[in-house]
């Protein structure tokens, strides 16, 4: 498995192209925007890109994603449908965050806990993960120790529940459930910030690692 992280918008979100390197095959996961970045690494990388998956729709998230849907012919794979109002609102959002205007758009195929995505020989299961938005869902990759989180978790932090529908509570238990059950050396590749690993975030993770109460 070939992982390419490109930090898009002023936000510095990664967007992630992941690439089968039996196939050349690839997704991009999160698009938040600078789809030129985007075309342009496929490109110099010689891949064939298959689908744009989503983790959540904040627009910081998703924001090339229709572009790159009508440019290559593609679907967009997820979130869970519980993002819908977020897509609904993506030109609310795009006043908010400070974005170019953007109309709505809507993703192909939505998610639910339990599903499996392919990518060339790479297999994915999907997990709901809700919390910092209803909808949140992260990509595990097992063979490979990966699991793709949005802004479930990040180093040494977790994700903002401040936004409509977020619960903390919520976002805590979806945490231990599905992230910190995983295999010690698996990956963590957050939307910001750099990646970690399940073993340190149990270990000095503030938020879930029970230094702090």
């Known amino acids: 498995m070939k992982i390419i992280t490109i930090p898009v918008t002023p936000f510095a979100q990664n967007c992630r192209i992941i690439a089968c390197e039996s196939t050349q ?37 998703v924001g ?33 965050f400070g974005f170019p205007p953007i109309d709505p758009f809507y993703p192909d195929e939505w998610l639910s806990h339990g599903d499996t995505l392919s990518l060339g020989k790479l297999k994915f299961d999907v997990m709901h993960c809700p919390g910092h938005t209803p909808g949140h869902i992260v990509f595990y990759e097992q063979d490979n120790k990966c699991v793709i989180v949005g802004d479930v978790i990040f180093k040494g932090s977790v994700g903002r529940t401040d936004f409509p529908q977020g619960n903390s ?33 149990i270990k000095t993770n503030p938020f879930v690692s029970g230094q702090y109460g």
């Open 25 to 61: 095959e690839a997704i991009v996961v999160d698009p938040g925007g600078d789809s030129d970045k985007i075309i342009a690494t496929l490109t110099s990388n010689s891949l064939t890109l298959k689908a744009v998956w989503l983790t959540h729709g904040h627009l910081d998230h």
């Open 64 to 96: 090339a994603a229709d572009v790159l849907r009508r440019q290559f012919d593609i679907k967009i794979i997820g979130p869970h449908k519980d993002e819908r109002f977020w897509f609904d609102n993506l030109p609310m959002q795009a006043q908010m």
């Open 169 to 201: 509570q919520q976002l805590i238990e979806s945490i231990k459930a599905n992230i910190l059950t995983l295999p010690v050396k698996t990956a963590i590749l957050s939307g910001h910030g750099s990646e970690t690993t399940v073993e340190h975030e």
